[in-house]
């Protein structure tokens, strides 16, 4: 039946234009996002997660309601004096984990719009080279916390 044969060929489009693009595999997952909470008056704050990715990608931007603008920094040692480098891009390797943690790579929130209270979340999209945006919520811990806790109260 030709008749049969072209609206099925027309239809199959239009499905494929309606399947959000979450629908796809993603290529890269962000585990265990945590952020350090702020005091009222600070400007600036650190979210740190880890990456996993399925095939070799990069971290490009990030974004949250929360801050005027986001940069990926890395800590380094120069000569002595910790200092803080925005980092274009952070090469991501298929099946090794990136960690970003306190004194090496992390997700700087800069301009906050509010302080980051300890016990709540907020929104963060991480962009990628190649695979899809990732959006996760934000655990804020303690303001001299090391990592994401594992012991929440109610
Ligand atoms: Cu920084």
């Known amino acids: 039946m030709p008749a049969m044969t072209r609206r099925t060929a027309l239809v199959l489009p239009l499905l494929a234009l309606v399947m959000p693009a979450g629908a796809q595999t993603a290529a890269v997952t962000v585990e265990q996002p945590w952020a350090r909470a702020t005091t009222a008056s600070a400007k600036v704050g650190g979210a740190f997660l880890t990456f ?10 990030a974004s949250s309601p929360v801050a005027g603008m986001v940069e990926l920094h890395q800590t380094v040692n120069d000569g002595g004096v910790m200092k803080m480098q925005p ?3 952070l090469e991501l390797n298929a099946g090794k984990p990136v960690e ?3 004194g090496g790579y992390h997700i ?7 302080p980051l209270k300890q016990g709540e ?3 963060l999209t991480l962009t990628f080279e190649h695979a899809a945006p990732v959006t996760v919520q934000v655990k804020i811990e303690a303001a001299g916390a090391m990592g994401p806790g594992h012991m929440h109260t109610m």
């Open 108 to 114: 700087m929130l800069m301009g906050l719009k509010q």
């Open 52 to 61: 996993k990715a399925v095939a070799a990608d990069a971290v490009i931007s």
């Open 121 to 123: 979340t907020f929104p």
């Open 100 to 102: 970003l943690k306190p």
């Open 87 to 89: 980092v274009a891009r």
